[in-house]
């Protein structure tokens, strides 16, 4: 049974820095590749990251590029979002994603205020 646990969400300054995790389990993790989105309220859900089941292929949506960077640890079935220099812009609430099973996470806050 594929289980997705984001944690790591909260409130945080403009400018400030956040790393989302994402712990999986029940399928083979190492051989998935991995996504993040987020949702902004009245927003579509968009695509923020991807990276592939070994860890060296990634993928960034323009309005994160060189501010977030998506990483794993094949090890402990975990997922990393690493956001640097937030912007009230990024507050939604993320999601982890494996697009193989089209299986969802429920989802962590992430609210960039001052």
């Known amino acids: 049974q594929v289980k997705l646990v984001e944690s790591g969400g909260g409130l945080v300054q403009p400018g400030g820095s956040l790393r989302l995790s994402c712990a999986a389990s029940g399928f083979t993790f190492s051989m998935s590749g991995m996504s993040w989105y987020r949702q902004a309220p009245g927003k579509e859900r968009e695509l923020v990251a991807h990276i592939n089941g070994a860890g060296g292929i990634t993928s960034y949506a323009d309005t994160v590029k060189g501010r977030f960077t998506i990483s794993r640890d094949n090890a402990k079935n975990t997922v990393y979002l690493q956001m640097n220099s937030l912007k009230p812009e990024d507050t939604a609430v993320y999601y982890c994603?494996?697009?193989?099973?089209?299986?969802w996470g429920l989802g962590t806050q992430v609210t960039v205020s001052s």
């Open positions: 994603y494996v697009p193989y099973y089209n299986f």
